[in-house]
């Protein structure tokens, strides 16, 4: 497909060439258009899915093109980005939503494998495997790996005190508890985050 035929990007700017590598930015902006479309009723909950699934795994301009040419044309909507002096938190941001019920028993696992007693390496192996096509998976895998490390954290630091020696069964009694009750969430595609923990993993 030569780039002249290929439709300019918001604002009326040139498209970029179809082999162009795409940054996070660009995958954005056709997530947003994806989520206008479904609200608008030009799409169904199953076609937003995958669509959304090819924005998020797409690598070159070639791949993002087809999903919004038979939406918007030549011209898809402009959707003006937030003003630059207003920082957008984590919480601000569109949750990801599971594609399928194996996305969920997935996200589960990747909080219940804890009781295998892989704490730090279950999570791990899912975020680097699973969570690399599922945007769903990797929130949940990557909550539970940092939770999982800010426990671990906790064991090597408490002892220094007598409290903190009394306090690191407790903790660890509570990270199992606090485990299943994010796998179950995780089942029910929802939104858990542990408590008191360091996010080191983004």
Do not use: C
């Amino acid at each position: 497909m030569p780039a002249a035929a290929t439709p300019p990007w918001p604002g009326g700017a040139p498209a970029p060439h179809p082999q162009l590598r795409v940054t996070n930015d660009d995958r954005d902006q056709v997530v947003e258009h994806v989520k206008a479309a479904y609200a608008e009723g030009r799409l169904d909950k199953d076609e937003m899915d995958e669509r959304l699934h090819l924005a998020m795994t797409a690598r070159t301009h070639a791949d993002l093109m087809p999903i919004m040419t038979d939406l918007y044309g030549s011209r898809p909507p402009y959707i003006p980005p937030p003003p630059s002096l207003t920082p957008v938190h984590a919480t601000q941001l569109p949750r990801p939503m599971a594609r399928d019920a194996a996305d969920r028993v997935v996200a589960s696992a990747a909080h219940l494998i804890s009781l295998t007693g892989l704490f730090i390496v279950g999570p791990l192996i899912i975020l680097l495997t699973a969570g690399k096509s599922s945007p769903y998976v990797r929130r949940h895998a990557v909550e539970a790996l940092n939770f999982h490390l800010t426990v671990l954290g906790a064991t090597f630091l408490l002892p220094i005190t007598v409290i903190g020696i009394v306090l690191i069964p407790v903790i660890w009694v509570l990270g199992f508890a606090l485990s299943v009750i994010g796998g179950v969430s995780a089942l029910a595609e929802g939104d858990f985050r542990y408590p008191f923990t360091l996010r080191l993993i983004k």
